[in-house]
C-alpha cells in the first residue's frame, strides 16, 4: 500500500517537524491522516477538529505552507513526490503541535468593534431587512464568515504588524457597517480608522485567495476605507 | 529588530502564499518605491550642480552616457513605470466598487513597464 | 498607519500620477538625442509652469516617499515610537529640502 511521508509539527514555537508514514488512500483528507497518526502512531499529538464536514471552521492549518480547512482538502490534491507538511495556523500563538491559540484572534474581532448594537427593543415591532437595497447586498456578501483564521493566518501584513486587526475582523466590522439597523456606526469607524485598523490592508488578497467560503476580505477593507475617509473628510472623526 | 523572512525564523513554514500573483505584484509594487525612495536624494543632489554653473551640470550629464549608467537608468524607468501603473490598481481597488481582471492589469503592468525600459535602452544605445 | 497618514499617502499619490506620467514624457523626449544642461535648462529657465510643475512633484513626492518608508520600517524592521515618527519626518524633509534647491537650480540659475 503507498505511503505519505507527512511532516507534522510537534511543539510549541521552538519545536520542529516530526516524520511520520501514513498509508495513502483512495478517499482521504489531511483531517484524516492527522486522526490516523494521533491513533496509531502517536497519542500525544495534539490538534483540533469538530464538525469534519466543512461548516465550522476548527480544523484550520496550515498544509504544505499554505493555512486550510483539511477537512475539505483532499490529500490527492495537496500530497507532492509522496510528501505532505502540516503545521499549525501562522500568525497565532501555538499551543502544541497542530493547536493554536485563537484568543488575539477573537480579541481583534472585539476590538474592531464587529458587534450589533440595536435601536430597538424586544417591545417594539420587528425592523424588516430589505435585502435588495445596495447596502444589504454588501452586508450578505461578507457575512458568511465563521472565524476560521484562516485569512488571518495567510495574511503577511498581519505578521509584519501586532497591533493589526486582520482580515476577518475587518470584513465583520464592513458587515455592521452596511446594516442599516445598527447605532454603533461611530465607534466602529473610529474602532477601524485607528493605528491597527483599516489603513494598514496593503491588498495583497492573500486572505481572499484562501477563505473556503470564498469571501473578499480585501474588498470589504477597501469599503471601510471610503467610509472612513468620507467620515474623516466630514469631520466625524477624530 | 524583528525577523523579517520564514528562513530566519524557526517555526512551521507557512509562506506559501508568496507565490500568489497579486502578493508579487504588492512586493514589486513595494521594492520599486524603495529603489525610488533611495534614488530620489541622488537625483536632486545632481539636478543641484545647475548652482555651479552650466559646466559642472553638463560635466555631470556627460558621465550619465556611460552605459553602465544607462542601464541603471533603465532600471529606474521600470521602477517608476511599475509602480505608478501597480499604484494606480490600488488607488482603484480602493476607491472603485471591487472588480475582476487584476492579475490581467497587473501582467499588463509589468508588460508596460518592461517596454518602457526598453525602449529607453535602445533608444540610448 | 491610520486615517491621516493614509490620506497623505493615496492624495499624495493621487497628485503624483499626472505629474509622474508628464515626467515619464519629458524623459523620453529629453534624451531623445543624449542630455546637456544647455537643452533642459533652455527649457526651465524662467520658466513659471516648470518651477511651479517640480515643485508641487517635490512636495507631493517627499510626502509619498517619507510615509511611503515608514510603513516599510515599521513592518519590516521593527521600528516603531518616537524613532519612526523622527525618521519618517527627517526622510520627508530632507527630501522636501534637497528637491526644492534643485528645483531652485534649474529654474532660476
Given amino acids: 500500500m503507498a505511503e505519505i511521508a507527512v511532516s507534522l509539527w510537534r511543539g510549541k514555537a521552538d519545536g520542529s517537524y516530526q516524520l511520520y508514514r501514513v498509508p495513502q488512500r483512495d478517499n482521504q483528507t489531511v483531517l484524516d491522516v492527522v486522526t490516523w497518526v494521533q491513533r496509531n502512531a502517536d497519542p500525544t499529538l495534539a490538534y483540533r477538529f469538530a464538525c469534519r464536514v466543512g461548516m465550522c471552521g476548527s480544523c484550520a492549518m496550515t498544509v504544505n505552507g499554505r493555512p486550510r480547512w483539511t477537512c475539505r482538502t483532499h490529500t490527492s490534491k495537496v500530497v507532492r513526490h509522496g510528501k505532505l507538511e502540516i503545521g499549525p495556523l501562522a500568525n497565532l500563538p501555538i499551543i502544541k503541535d497542530l493547536a493554536c491559540d485563537l484568543r488575539p484572534f477573537f480579541e481583534k474581532w472585539q476590538a474592531a468593534k464587529g458587534v450589533f448594537a440595536p435601536r430597538l427593543t424586544r417591545v417594539d415591532a420587528i425592523e424588516e431587512i430589505v435585502p435588495t437595497t445596495a447596502a444589504r447586498q454588501a452586508a450578505d456578501a461578507a457575512i458568511e464568515c465563521i472565524n476560521c483564521a484562516v485569512c488571518y493566518a495567510a495574511c503577511d501584513t498581519v505578521r509584519w504588524n501586532p497591533d493589526y486587526l486582520g482580515p476577518a475582523a475587518l470584513n465583520r466590522a464592513w458587515t455592521l457597517v452596511n446594516d442599516e439597523r445598527d447605532t454603533g456606526q461611530q465607534q466602529r469607524l473610529q474602532a477601524v480608522a485607528a493605528a491597527g485598523g483599516c489603513h494598514i490592508c496593503h491588498s495583497h488578497q492573500s486572505c481572499q485567495q484562501h477563505c473556503p467560503n470564498a469571501l473578499n476580505p480585501t474588498a470589504s477593507i477597501a469599503g471601510l476605507k471610503r467610509h472612513t475617509m468620507a467620515a474623516y473628510l466630514k469631520g466625524e472623526l477624530e | 529588530m524583528r525577523d523579517l523572512w520564514e528562513w530566519q525564523r524557526r517555526g512551521p513554514r507557512a509562506s506559501g502564499h508568496r507565490r500568489d500573483a497579486l502578493w508579487l505584484a504588492a512586493l514589486v509594487h513595494r521594492l520599486s518605491g524603495l529603489a525610488l525612495a533611495a534614488f530620489l536624494p541622488l537625483h536632486f543632489l545632481a539636478l543641484a550642480l545647475a548652482l555651479k554653473g552650466e559646466a559642472a551640470f553638463d560635466g555631470f550629464l556627460r558621465w550619465t552616457a556611460n552605459p553602465l549608467v544607462k542601464i541603471a537608468e533603465m532600471g529606474l524607468i521600470f521602477c517608476l513605470s511599475v509602480h505608478v501603473l501597480g499604484g494606480i490598481r490600488i488607488l482603484l481597488v480602493e476607491s472603485l466598487p471591487w472588480f475582476q481582471g487584476q492579475k490581467q492589469l497587473m501582467a499588463g503592468a509589468l508588460l508596460t513597464a518592461s517596454l518602457l525600459a526598453l525602449l529607453f535602452l535602445v533608444r540610448a544605445a | ?109
Fill in chain 3, 1 to 109: 498607519m491610520n486615517v491621516r497618514l493614509y490620506l497623505l499617502q493615496r492624495g499624495s499619490a493621487a497628485v503624483l500620477l499626472p505629474l509622474v506620467l508628464l515626467h515619464l514624457g519629458v524623459i523620453f523626449y529629453a534624451s531623445r538625442r543624449g542630455l546637456s544642461a544647455a537643452d533642459i535648462l533652455a527649457r526651465t529657465r524662467g520658466s513659471l509652469f516648470w518651477g511651479t510643475f517640480y515643485a508641487a512633484f517635490v512636495i507631493a513626492a517627499a510626502t509619498h516617499a517619507a510615509i511611503g518608508v515608514r510603513v516599510i520600517a515599521a513592518e519590516w524592521t521593527g521600528l516603531r515610537g518616537l524613532a519612526l515618527e523622527v525618521g519618517m519626518w527627517s526622510f520627508g524633509l530632507l527630501l522636501a529640502a534637497l528637491g526644492l534647491i534643485a528645483v531652485a537650480a534649474v529654474v532660476l540659475a
